[in-house]
C-alpha cells in the first residue's frame, strides 16, 4: 500500500497526480543525457594534479590553475545541483507506489549501501598503497575516524570525498513521502528554510551540504508544475543566458573578491545559489538539446554506468592518476592540460569495463555497487521511476 497516514485530501491528490505525470520521452532522455555530462564534470572537480594544496594555491594564478579553476568552478561544481533536483523530480511516483518502510528499505538499498561499500573500497585501497607503497593518501588516524569516515558523519570522507552526496540525498529522501503530501505553500516554505540553512554562516552536521536539499525539493516542485517540459520549449540562447551572465560575477568573486567571500561566507553562499540554479537550468536545456541527436544517444549508452561513475571515479583517480603522470606530469607540466582535459573520457571506459566484469563476475555485487542499476530485472518489477525502462531494462537509480 502506498505510504500510510493521514494527510490533507488535496495533498492525497497531489501525489496521485505526480505519479500519473510522467515524462515525456524527450525529457526521459534528456534526464539520462544530463546524469552523464553532470557526472563526467564532476570528475573535473576531483581530477589528479599531483600536487599540494600549497602547490595547487601557489599555482592558481597560472594558465593552468585557471584552467582548472574553469573547469572545476564553471563545469564541475554547477552540474551537481542538477543530480540532487533530478533526485526529488523522480522520487514521487516511488512514492506513491510503496509504503514508507518499503520505500525507505528501497533507499537504503540502492543509496546508502553503495556509499558504505565504496567508502569501504577506497579506504581499503588507498589506504593499502598510502600504507605500503608510494600513493600519498591520507589514513584515518584510528578507528574512531575510520568509522566516520566510513558513514561521512562529520563531514566528507577524504578519500571519497563524492559520496557524501548519497549520505545527504538519503536525508532528502527520509523526508520525501512528506514533502510529496504537502500543499504547495508548505513546500514552497521548506523549499525556503532549505534556502536560509543553505546561506547561513554556521554549519550544522544534520546535512553536510544543505543546497542539496533545496535542489531536491526543487526538482519535486519541478515536476508538480511540469516545468522541464515548460524549459524544453524555450530557445537555447534563452536558457543559456542567465548562466553566461552571471559567470563573470562568479569570475569576480572567486578572483578579485576571495577575501571579502571567505569574511562572509553567508553571502557568499546567497550569491553562489543563483549561479547554481543558473547553470542547471542551461546544463537541463543543452540536455534537451542533445537527448534527440546522434550525439545524445551515444551519451545515452553510458548513462546504466553513471551512478557507478559517480561512486568510483575518485577511487579510479587515487590509483591510477600517479601512473598516468609520470607521462604527462604535475600540474604546471606541459602535457598536463591535455591529461586533465581528458580525466572524464579516460575514467569512463574503465568505468563501463569494471560493471561489465561486475555483471559477469556476480550480478548481485554489480547491483549493490551500482545502486541497482546494473542488476539483473526482477520479474514482474514495477516500472522504473522515469515512467518506462531505462535503455539498458534496468531499474532506475535515484
Not at 555530462?37 to 585557471?66: C, D, F, K, M
Not at 536560509?196 to 531536491?216: D, G, H, N, T, Y
Not at 553567508?266 to 537550468?281: S, Y
Not at 520479474?379 to 539498458?392: E, F, L, R, W, Y
Amino acid at each position: 500500500m502506498p505510504f500510510a497516514g493521514r494527510s490533507e485530501p488535496r495533498a492525497e491528490e497531489i501525489c496521485a497526480q505526480a505519479d500519473r505525470s510522467r515524462p515525456e520521452p524527450p525529457v526521459r532522455d534528456a534526464i539520462g543525457v544530463v546524469r552523464v555530462l553532470a557526472i563526467l564534470g564532476i570528475v573535473y572537480v576531483h581530477a589528479w594534479t599531483g600536487r599540494s594544496a600549497e602547490h595547487l594555491n601557489a599555482l592558481s594564478g597560472t594558465p593552468q590553475g585557471l584552467l582548472r579553476w574553469a573547469l572545476i568552478e564553471l563545469l564541475g561544481r554547477s552540474a551537481v545541483p542538477l543530480l540532487g533536483a533530478i533526485s526529488g523530480f523522480l522520487v514521487a511516483p516511488s512514492i506513491a507506489r510503496r509504503s514508507y518502510g518499503g520505500f525507505i528499505g528501497t533507499k537504503a538499498r540502492t543509496i546508502l549501501a553503495p556509499m558504505l561499500l565504496w567508502n569501504v573500497i577506497a579506504m581499503t585501497l588507498v589506504g593499502a598503497f598510502a600504507t605500503w607503497g608510494r600513493l600519498k593518501g591520507p589514513v584515518p588516524s584510528g578507528p574512531i575516524e575510520a568509522l566516520d569516515w566510513l558513514g561521512c558523519i562529520t563531514g566528507p570522507n577524504p578519500i571519497n570525498v563524492q559520496i557524501a552526496f548519497l549520505r545527504d540525498l538519503f536525508l532528502c529522501m527520509a523526508l520525501a513521502p512528506l514533502l510529496a503530501r504537502a500543499g504547495d505553500r508548505r513546500l514552497w516554505g521548506v523549499w525556503a528554510l532549505a534556502v536560509a540553512w543553505s546561506v547561513a554562516p554556521a554549519a550544522f552536521p544534520l546535512m553536510l551540504r544543505p543546497p542539496i536539499l533545496v535542489f531536491f525539493v526543487s526538482g519535486m516542485l519541478a515536476r508538480r508544475h511540469r516545468l522541464p517540459e515548460r524549459i524544453a520549449s524555450w530557445p537555447l540562447f534563452a536558457a543559456c543566458a542567465p548562466y553566461a551572465l552571471l559567470i563573470p560575477v562568479k569570475i569576480g568573486l572567486s578572483v578579485g573578491a576571495q577575501g571579502w567571500t571567505q569574511a562572509h561566507p553567508g553571502f557568499a553562499n546567497l550569491i553562489d545559489l543563483p549561479f547554481r540554479f543558473a547553470a542547471a537550468l542551461a546544463l537541463w536545456r543543452i540536455a534537451i538539446a542533445l537527448a534527440p541527436r546522434g550525439a545524445g544517444k551515444a551519451i545515452l549508452h553510458a548513462e546504466p554506468y553513471a551512478f557507478l561513475l559517480f561512486c568510483a571515479h575518485l577511487t579510479f583517480i587515487w590509483l591510477f592518476g600517479p601512473l598516468i603522470g609520470l607521462w604527462t606530469g604535475k600540474l604546471g607540466a606541459p602535457l598536463y592540460p591535455a591529461f586533465l582535459l581528458l580525466q572524464p573520457l579516460l575514467v569512463l571506459p574503465a568505468t563501463i569495463a569494471l560493471g561489465r566484469g561486475l555483471q559477469a563476475l556476480s550480478p548481485r555485487l554489480a547491483g549493490l555497487l551500482s545502486g541497482g542499476r546494473l542488476a539483473a530485472p526482477l520479474p514482474c518489477a514495477p516500472a522504473s521511476v522515469m515512467g518506462a525502462p531505462n535503455p539498458a531494462g534496468r531499474r532506475s537509480f535515484p
